[in-house]
């Protein structure tokens, strides 16, 4: 069989509205993970310690149990709790939640990377400790965290693949149907493939570039 | 169709579905630790043409969705290649070659931290170039290669859990049928994530083991 990307051209618009929708779960899903990962690195770098076990639990879980297998726990679990929500919204949590233990672990060393002096010298001018969490702490963790957290959306960029077993019609779900309406698999699947791939790479290259824009000024040991 | 309930015979089940994800695994790991070696050989001695092929090939497998990998081997191979693929098949041949792209950046960043002094060093000592790789380079590099080797075991037994997709019965795929038949989603689905939790634990406790072995020999051993 001849390779042929002609073939494909009609099916463009669908498969341009897969990947919208896989762009739109990924924002989301990444908005969550990072919030969700910042709360759970505050708790697994504070000071109680049923908090700091609770924090550990939920990484060690969520990192050690297949995607795919705690997205059918939420997608077929959820219902039996009286929760009905459609797969998108099951996809995002489900994303947040397993890029959150991600997330966390990334702002995590960016708490632990900040040095003593600068909270010290915060407690001595009198700042409330809420106060040096969320102005002093959070946006210098956040921003040595930038490139950590860039290969976290990575990731997820490639994992959202997986919610196409939902029957979420994301990019790959899209690709499925175009494939089994064309008889075309390979031309589809071979694009996918490289359209993931050179994704993945714009988004690790604009996650570098931000990364040393937010981080001029900083020693590079630390960046 | 009426629903049934839990029965004994569904740990045999269980447990030959995670015989199936555990059996793969290990053939796949095996397979793309010699075949990402061989790359990173090939690298190392600059093979001309052949490296940067192989460069390339572990860039593009890196960065895609497994599961759109997979699609494409399965769908897309007999469909284009006109050969025969059973889902087994095309699991070993997708899981082994991404799990060498992986190997192989592993292995090209364990020789490279190794010091180009201590080669040189050799060299001038009248070691070949065979004996430098196998008494200087093999030993410093497998030790600190190990650590990143076990991390990416631990993350390949999860992306077994995708073959499920294209058919393979493997343990996500027994709880897709046990969740089908006892619609009892959330028993189902943790005893599943718990059985592969125990595996990556399994795994991640094994890897600490030989790591702290080949590391034996620069541990501090006191005055």
């Known amino acids: ?223 | 169709m009426r629903y049934s309930s839990f029965t004994p015979y569904d740990i045999v089940l269980l447990l030959q579905g995670l015989g199936v994800s555990v059996g793969l695994f290990l053939a796949t790991s095996l397979i793309g630790l010699l075949l990402g070696t061989v790359w990173a050989v090939i690298r190392y001695y600059r093979v001309p043409g052949l490296w940067q092929l192989m460069s390339f090939l572990a860039e593009l497998l890196k960065n895609s969705p497994v599961l759109v990998q997979l699609f494409l081997v399965f769908f897309g191979f007999p469909a284009f290649f006109r050969v025969n693929m059973t889902p087994v098949e095309a699991a070993t041949l997708t899981l082994s070659l991404n799990t060498a792209a992986f190997v192989y950046v592993i292995a090209v960043s364990a020789v490279e931290s190794v010091g180009r002094d201590q080669i040189e060093a050799a060299r001038v000592f009248g070691l070949s170039r065979w004996q430098v790789l196998r008494h200087v380079i093999g030993p410093q590099a497998s030790a600190f290669a190990v650590g990143p080797l076990v991390a990416l075991l631990v993350n390949q037994l999860q992306v077994t859990s995708l073959i499920s997709v294209i058919g393979v019965v493997d343990l996500t795929k027994v709880g897709n049928i046990l969740n089908l038949r006892t619609l009892k989603p959330f028993i189902v689905w943790t005893v599943v994530g718990l059985l592969y939790y125990a595996a990556a634990k399994l795994i991640a406790m094994l890897g600490t083991r030989l790591e702290n072995r080949l590391r034996a020999h620069s541990a501090w051993k006191g005055l």
């Open chain 1, 1 to 223: 069989m001849r390779f042929d990307l002609s073939i494909l051209w009609p099916h463009l618009p669908f498969l341009w509205k897969g990947a919208v929708l896989s762009a739109e779960v990924c924002l989301l899903a990444i908005i969550g993970s990072v919030v969700l990962g910042a709360l759970v690195a505050i708790a697994r770098t504070s000071s109680a310690k049923p908090l700091r076990w609770l924090a550990l639990a939920y990484v060690d879980l969520f990192r050690n149990v297949p995607f795919l297998v705690q997205l059918f726990f939420f997608y077929y679990g959820l219902p039996e709790l009286g929760i009905y929500i459609d797969a998108f919204t099951t996809g995002v949590i489900a994303l947040s939640i397993a890029g959150g233990a991600f997330a966390s672990d990334a702002i995590r060393s960016g708490i632990l990377a900040i040095e003593p002096g600068i909270i010290e010298a915060a407690e001595v001018s009198g700042l409330s400790r809420r106060v040096i969490f969320t102005r002093i702490v959070l946006p210098i963790a956040l921003r040595t965290a930038i490139r950590p957290l860039g290969a976290v959306l990575v990731n997820m960029i490639l994992t959202s693949s997986i919610l196409s077993a939902i029957t979420l019609n994301e990019l790959t779900g899209s690709g499925r149907i175009v494939a089994s309406d064309t008889f075309r698999p390979f031309e589809v699947y071979a694009v996918l493939l490289v359209f993931y791939a050179a994704l993945t790479y714009a988004v690790s290259i604009a996650v570098n570039l931000l990364h040393v824009r937010l981080n001029r000024g900083i020693s590079q040991d630390v960046a």
